[in-house]
């Protein structure tokens, strides 16, 4: 299925019933007076957040969502009944904004978490409200009030305590496939990913993280170069990110320092505070070096960044240095953890 991470809606809740004018009439009851019920309220219509669904393709089709309308009221008092609620269930991660107002409604980050996003009407009032000392044979009714309407932008931000980023053909894919159990597409050609994949990194018998392996970057994605830039959005929500870098590219006019920098470029013009996550340098592909040539390529490249946070060196082919790096990672957002719980990192 094809990956979906945006989609607009039109939510619309059901109508109020409108009250019932109606005067009791029976056999031997003099002057029965006003019985006009109530109308039964409209359906509203609520997002939820739902664990097995992962995209937002299903939008492509169905984009107008109705709740049902409230019943009528009816003579001897009786209430109209109320239109059911619509329940409309979205993947875990989306994000829902008003396309008129620009209004943030709701950010659905937990399972089943559940959001009215359009109320329904009230219903009318029957003439039997109206009843008084002095006007003991009302024949005022109100009408329901109408549904909410509203048009919806749903985004989809996947779930991830870490994200991988770097250059087409940096061996994302191929890492997150050595790492866990994902099976994303793999060729050597660039833009292979056309989508984020996800995968569970288990890391011992209790421990585990989830990975996200994003489309790759080029220079200028913030620009629209490429396909990356509209997959930034997925970063946001990760606690670190793995710069990957190909210590030994195909091309010898390539420079793996300015690939490196480039990116670090486009995500400060996307975002400052994705740029400001933690970002580990993650060396790929070292099984094509020598020791001595990878140890070379290594020191010119650290000299070349300046580079003063974590280095690891893997190789995503053959699982070489990813046990190590998933240890390593793991005790990070475990240290994380207990900084926000402590109230010293944000979470």
Same mark, same amino acid.
């Given at each position: 299925?094809?990956?979906?991470? &945006?989609?607009?809606? *039109?939510?619309?809740?059901?109508? =109020? +019933?409108? #009250?019932? %004018?109606?005067?009791? !009439?029976? @056999?031997?009851?003099?002057?029965?007076?006003?019985?006009?019920?109530?109308?039964?309220?409209?359906?509203?219509?609520?997002?939820?957040?739902?664990?097995?669904?992962?995209?937002?393709a299903?939008?492509?089709?169905?984009?107008?969502?109705?709740?049902?309308?409230?019943?009528?009221?009816?003579?001897?008092?009786?209430?109209?009944?109320?239109?059911?609620?619509?329940?409309?269930?979205?993947?875990?991660?989306?994000?829902?904004h008003?396309?008129?107002t620009?209004?943030?409604?709701?950010?659905?980050? &937990?399972?089943?978490? *559940?959001?009215?996003?359009?109320? =329904? +009407?009230? #219903?009318? %009032?029957?003439?039997? !409200?109206? @009843?008084?000392?002095?006007?003991r044979?009302?024949?005022?009714?109100?009408?329901?009030?109408?549904?909410?309407?509203?048009?919806?932008?749903?985004?989809?931000k996947?779930?991830?305590?870490?994200?991988?980023?770097?250059?087409?053909?940096?061996?994302?894919?191929?890492?997150?496939?050595?790492?866990?159990?994902?099976?994303?597409?793999?060729?050597?050609?660039?833009?292979?990913?056309?989508?984020?994949n996800?995968?569970?990194?288990?890391?011992?018998?209790?421990?585990?993280?989830?990975?996200?392996?994003?489309?790759?970057?080029?220079?200028?994605?913030?620009? =629209?170069?490429?396909?990356?830039?509209?997959?930034?959005?997925?970063?946001?929500?990760?606690?670190?990110?793995?710069?990957?870098v190909?210590?030994?590219?195909?091309?010898?006019?390539?420079?793996?320092a300015?690939?490196?920098?480039?990116?670090?470029?486009?995500?400060?013009?996307?975002?400052?505070?994705?740029?400001?996550?933690?970002?580990?340098?993650?060396?790929?592909?070292?099984?094509?070096?020598?020791?001595?040539?990878?140890?070379?390529?290594?020191?010119?490249?650290?000299?070349?960044?300046?580079?003063?946070?974590?280095?690891?060196?893997?190789?995503?082919?053959?699982?070489?240095?990813?046990?190590?790096?998933?240890?390593a990672?793991?005790?990070?957002?475990?240290?994380?953890?207990?900084?926000?719980?402590?109230?010293?990192?944000?979470?």
């Open positions: 299925m094809k990956f979906v991470d &945006e989609a607009t809606i *039109r939510v619309i809740a059901g109508n =109020g +019933g409108h #009250g019932c %004018l109606s005067f009791r !009439r029976e @056999k031997y009851v003099a002057r029965g007076g006003p019985d006009g019920g109530d109308g039964g309220h409209g359906g509203g219509v609520y997002l939820v957040a739902d664990q097995s669904l992962n995209t937002l299903d939008f492509r089709v169905a984009r107008k969502f109705r709740a049902e309308n409230g019943q009528p009221g009816a003579g001897r008092n009786m209430t109209g009944r109320s239109g059911e609620h619509l329940e409309v269930r979205v993947p875990v991660g989306t994000v829902v008003d396309v008129d620009g209004e943030l409604i709701c950010d659905l980050t &937990e399972v089943d978490q *559940r959001q009215l996003v359009a109320e =329904g +009407g009230r #219903g009318g %009032l029957g003439n039997t !409200r109206f @009843k008084s000392s002095t006007n044979a009302p024949r005022k009714t109100t009408n329901g009030t109408p549904g909410e309407s509203r048009h919806l932008k749903l985004e989809l996947v779930l991830a305590d870490v994200g991988l980023l770097g250059m087409p053909n940096a061996g994302k894919s191929t890492l997150i496939t050595a790492m866990s159990q994902a099976k994303p597409r793999i060729a050597d050609y660039p833009f292979t990913t056309l989508h984020p996800l995968g569970v990194v288990r890391v011992g018998r209790l421990q585990s993280f989830v990975m996200a392996d994003i489309p790759g970057l080029i220079e200028g994605a913030a620009e =629209g170069a490429g396909l990356g830039i509209q997959f930034l959005k997925h970063l946001q929500r990760t606690r670190l990110l793995l710069h990957l190909d210590i030994a590219p195909i091309d010898p006019n390539v420079e793996p300015r690939e490196v920098v480039a990116i670090a470029a486009e995500l400060a013009k996307f975002s400052t505070e994705l740029a400001d996550k933690p970002r580990w340098l993650v060396i790929n592909k070292t099984d094509l070096l020598s020791d001595d040539d990878l140890e070379v390529a290594r020191e010119m490249l650290l000299d070349e960044l300046g580079w003063q946070g974590p280095v690891f060196e893997v190789s995503a082919a053959t699982g070489a240095g990813t046990e190590a790096l998933g240890h990672v793991i005790q990070a957002l475990e240290e994380m953890e207990e900084l926000e719980e402590a109230g010293e990192l944000e979470a």
